[in-house]
């Protein structure tokens, strides 16, 4: 026991002086680390890095180094708040631009489509009569398409451009001479064509037409109409361009003392029909007014004028001035495409009459709603003459009967022969048939 106390305040005393110089370790350390701190920023040293060369705070004024800390701090969060400002009106310009590209990309696609979404809402019997048919033979270099627009309501808004050009003239003076461009536009669909307040070019040294009933087989005089949108720069030469080579729509149609002389004369109990004949499927003087849908230089008109028979005829001016003839022999010309409405109200015309143009360059659809419009047009009891459709013999029996049969016309005669001049083998067809629309 004697031993053991006496040990004990000697153990107590050793621990003493170890935690006593540990202290003294740690002052000193202490000690150190700060004037090491106060040479760094003293500036008696050289700088340690690239970061502290322009560092220079005067450590010993803490009143200084904490009201620039404040300062600092409060410029930050003054930054912060900026930031936070700037990042809202970004979003909010943001947003908004988002919104004028969805309103402006809206606008475009109206333009484009013109009536864009109400299109999707239509029946499908509306999209058919007003949206676009792809031409069965491809691309006209007449209209400039591939497909063709029936002209229901704005067709001109399609072509904007074309639309602004056609409109672009002087309000009071002379129209420019732009018959084939317009053409072209009513061709694409952009039918009828916009009113304009300019004056047409006017014939210089303009003559006089010759009179009835002389006039319905005389050439008109050269000065009666404007040469310049055509490649013949007189009658002479529209009348000789027969004897050359090259496709030009009713070749030989302007010579009256041609084919155009017999034309309809005949009944060779095949695929001519001869006037007299169609006439008198029906009581006389029965038959009065009608239409000739694409009748070339007016020669049916004439013939039925002979008769006592108002004949309207519908053509178009490709590369010859059809309806200038026309009027030139004292009939009437409507110059309308046959894909246009036809401008007659129902059940008042007598006969309606087509040749060559009516055929299968046609889209189906769009042919099928043009005989449903013929039928409309015609009279209980009145006369459809379908003169010459050309068609595939696989179209013949496949497409074309079926299409007459859906519509409703009494078959009175029907003849259907083989096109031989380009050989048998192109199985080419044309068809004649008298149809009557039924009394009920």
Request: aromatic share 10%; hydrophobic share 35%; proline share 6%.
């Amino acid at each position: 026991m004697g031993s053991k106390d006496e040990d004990h305040p000697k153990k107590k005393l050793y621990q003493l002086s170890i935690q006593t110089k540990l202290k003294l370790k740690i002052l000193l350390l202490v000690i150190l680390t700060n004037l090491v701190t106060i040479y760094i920023f003293s500036g008696t040293l050289q700088p340690i890095s690239k970061y502290s060369h322009n560092l220079s705070i005067p450590l010993w004024d803490s009143t200084n180094l904490l009201h620039r800390l404040n300062s600092t701090e409060h410029e930050l969060a003054g930054s912060h708040s900026q930031i936070s400002e700037l990042r809202r009106k970004l979003a909010t310009t943001t947003s908004l631009i988002e919104s004028l590209l969805v309103e402006l990309t809206i606008l475009r696609e109206s333009e484009k489509t013109t009536q864009g979404t109400k299109f999707l809402n239509l029946s499908d019997e509306a999209k058919l009569a007003i949206g676009p048919q792809k031409l069965p033979l491809g691309f006209s270099p007449r209209s400039g398409s591939d497909n063709v627009y029936p002209p229901v309501g704005g067709g001109c808004s399609r072509f904007p451009q074309e639309l602004a050009q056609y409109m672009t003239y002087d309000i009071g003076k002379e129209c420019p001479v732009d018959d084939v461009f317009a053409q072209k536009l009513i061709l694409r669909g952009c039918e009828p064509l916009p009113r304009r307040r300019c004056h047409p070019k006017s014939p210089l040294g303009y003559v006089e037409p010759t009179r009835i009933p002389e006039s319905l087989w005389t050439i008109p005089h050269d000065k009666s109409i404007i040469w310049d949108p055509y490649t013949c720069k007189n009658y002479k030469c529209l009348v000789d361009r027969q004897k050359f080579p090259g496709f030009y729509d009713c070749k030989d149609c302007f010579n009256l003392k041609g084919r155009e002389a017999s034309r309809w004369l005949v009944d060779n109990g095949g695929l001519d029909y001869g006037m007299d004949q169609v006439l008198g499927t029906k009581p006389l003087g029965s038959i009065r007014i009608g239409l000739d849908i694409g009748g070339g230089t007016g020669t049916f008109a004439a013939r039925m004028k002979e008769r006592n028979i108002t004949i309207i005829t519908s053509t178009m001016n490709i590369d010859g001035p059809f309806n200038s003839f026309i009027a030139s022999r004292g009939l009437i010309p409507m110059h309308v495409s046959v894909f246009q409405r036809l401008p007659f109200f129902e059940n008042t015309l007598d006969i309606v009459h087509s040749m060559h143009v009516l055929s299968n360059w046609i889209p189906d659809t769009m042919l099928e709603f043009t005989l449903f419009d013929i039928y409309r047009v015609l009279r209980p009891g009145g006369l459809f003459w379908l003169d010459h459709f050309f068609c595939l013999g696989s179209q013949l029996n496949g497409t074309y009967v079926p299409m007459i049969d859906r519509v409703g016309f009494k078959n009175l005669r029907w003849n259907a022969g083989m096109k031989l001049d380009r050989g048998a083998e192109m199985n080419e067809w044309y068809f004649s048939a008298l149809l009557e629309k039924p009394m009920t």
